[in-house]
């Protein structure tokens, strides 16, 4: 067993088969990272979009500039869409999603390294079993680094889940600009993760293209 002290405070590491697993941090309350899953921990628009293939679906040639997925698909009606999303959010798929770009590396970094825990709040669904399939499919790519998931409803805001953080200048990293722009508006520390769909979003926040940058920025306050 280690014990660090750093300006934080104490941070206890252990360590188990060679890997050094963070036991206890007396702060944990500064080491917690507020997240999204979809778009920023995890690539849900490419298992989506495998899933939507093997159903007939073809993805148009524009598809990664809108947000909106009946602009993705030509066969798929606004009126539609919705539903689509809800059914793969709840079917045995979403267990199953990968990790998006770098993000195990550096939470993996970021948690066994700097004690950093994360909390998702995620727009999943509010089916019991999705919410399962949803934490096992986290903490297998994530591990111990992932502290709790809350589910909400699919596609719901997220004003109401944020607001018990107003002010608390947690970090806060979204991919919808929406969400991102309320966590700003709330006193957190906002960080937009850049897809086609969001990269004309305007705003003084930062914007990052990968968790290299996540990770700079929160260590090194790049
Ligand atoms: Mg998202």
Redesign the pocket.
């Known amino acids: 067993m280690s014990v660090v002290l750093d300006n934080a405070g104490i941070i206890i590491f252990i360590v188990v088969d060679n890997t050094l697993k963070l036991l206890y941090n007396c702060n944990m309350k500064n080491k917690l990272i507020l997240t999204?899953a979809?778009?920023?921990l995890l690539d849900w628009e490419w298992a989506f979009s495998v899933w939507m293939r093997e159903r007939g679906y073809t993805l148009s040639e524009n598809a990664k500039q809108s947000y909106y997925l009946h602009h993705h698909y030509n066969e798929l009606e606004e009126k539609d869409a919705k539903r689509v999303v809800r059914t793969f959010n709840e079917s045995a798929a979403i267990g199953f999603l990968p990790a998006l770009r770098d993000a195990t590396y550096y939470v993996k970094r970021l948690h066994e390294e700097h004690g950093y825990i994360f909390r998702v709040i995620t727009s999943l669904s509010l089916d019991k079993d999705a919410q399962r399939l949803r934490e096992m499919n986290l903490r297998k790519l994530f591990g111990d680094a992932i502290e709790d998931v809350i589910c909400l409803a699919t596609g719901a805001d997220k004003d109401e889940a944020l607001a018990p953080y107003e002010g608390s200048g947690l970090y806060w990293i979204?991919?919808?600009p929406s969400n991102a722009d309320c966590g700003h508006r709330l006193g957190l520390n906002s960080i937009l993760v850049e897809h086609g769909h969001n990269m004309h979003h305007t705003c003084n926040y930062p914007v990052v293209k990968n968790w290299k940058e996540i990770y700079e920025l929160i260590t090194e306050g790049k």
Request: hydrophobic share 15%; glycine share 14%.
């Open positions: 999204d979809d778009g920023v979204e991919d919808k």
